[in-house]
């Protein structure tokens, strides 16, 4: 694959629909192609037509970027489009495999602003072609994507090519691994496979001598809503008022008598901060489902009665 004939900006073909449904509040970036490539040829790279301009300079304003990678039918567009376009989980069984990146627009908040790019899972570092320089430049967070439904020794070994290669090029992207498909194992099983996972990747790296890379591990699915929380703690890291935002929140319950304060994007049930208490699941899921009731637009979901 080319970053020339590899670069997108949709996702497979059953979607407009869901764009609507979501409000259009997290647009497709499809009409600035051209803008992008003319960006990327006056900043003296390669590329020829279909490559993306990797600074967004035309536009002036520079997202994160958050990649979504992994090996084929690990998940990563399924949890892009049940995340982001309320698609239901069961629907994601239709999901093409993707065969070119694709990128899309979040920008629901001044918080809440930044830019997916979901990856096939083929994609080849070692294809000359392939620019993953200018891919890893402007990225904030890597969320490599491990089926662990499957034999995932191939996905370690591909985790641990992407993330050095990232590191090299950018030694401030988030490492995030999301151990997804947890809805078919038991609890203890959950942890044992992430307690496998965690140390086998570390081990790695320790071998190259790279222990300094940080892995952010979560237990993901689907299915429940342990994807919405592993992708609020992806986003929140890449926003810079959080620890403000974390103090109103502390203020907001401390005068209230709250027990418990989301900051909720509410098209897509990412919390953007909370107080500084442990969050535990089963508030989340309460405020997640009232959420879904109200569906109005309300920005501090209290929980008082917990
Ligand atoms: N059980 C279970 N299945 C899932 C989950 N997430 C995704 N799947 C299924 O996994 C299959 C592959 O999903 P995709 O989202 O297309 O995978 P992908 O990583 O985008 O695949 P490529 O585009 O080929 O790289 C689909 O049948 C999904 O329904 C999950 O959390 N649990
Ligand atoms: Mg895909």
């Not at 803008?35 to 490559?51: H, I, K, T, W, Y």
């Not at 083929?122 to 294809?127: K, N, P, R, T």
């Not at 392939?130 to 904030?140: H, L, N, P, Q, S």
Request: glycine share 8%.
């Amino acid at each position: 694959m080319t970053t020339s004939e590899g670069v997108a900006n949709c996702c497979g073909t059953a979607e407009r629909e869901d764009e609507d449904t979501a409000g259009g509040r997290y647009d497709e970036d499809d009409d600035d192609d051209d803008d992008d490539f003319s960006a990327f040829a006056e900043g003296g790279l390669e590329g020829g037509d279909g490559v993306l301009g990797y600074n967004e300079g035309l536009s002036g304003e520079v997202k994160p970027r958050v990649l979504l990678m992994g090996l084929r039918r690990s998940g990563k567009s399924s949890i892009q489009k049940v995340v982001f376009h309320k698609m239901s989980p069961s629907e994601t069984l239709f999901l093409e495999s993707t065969n070119k990146i694709c990128r899309e627009d979040v920008s629901s908040s001044s918080f809440v602003s930044f830019q997916i790019w979901d990856f096939p899972g083929q994609i080849d570092f070692f294809d000359p072609t392939f620019d993953y320089e200018m891919i890893f430049r402007g990225t904030g967070a890597l969320v490599f994507v491990i089926d662990s439904q499957d034999d995932y020794v191939e996905a370690l070994s591909r985790l641990h090519l992407t993330v050095t290669r990232a590191y090299k090029v950018n030694r401030d992207i988030n490492f995030e691994v999301f151990i997804h498909k947890v809805d078919g194992l038991s609890d203890d099983h959950k942890i044992q496979k992430q307690e496998d996972i965690r140390k086998r990747a570390g081990d790695d790296l320790a071998d190259a001598r790279l222990e300094r890379i940080h892995l952010s591990f979560y237990l993901t699915s689907i299915y429940d809503h342990s994807i919405f929380e592993a992708f609020s703690k992806v986003v929140q890291k890449l926003i810079p008022q959080l620890p403000t935002l974390e103090n109103l929140l502390n203020i907001f319950i401390s005068n209230s008598g709250i027990e418990k304060a989301f900051l909720f994007d509410v098209v897509s049930k990412i919390y953007v901060a909370t107080d500084s208490s442990p969050v535990d699941m089963p508030t989340y899921e309460l405020c997640c489902d009232m959420i879904d009731v109200d569906v109005q637009g309300v920005l501090f979901t209290g929980v008082s009665a917990l």
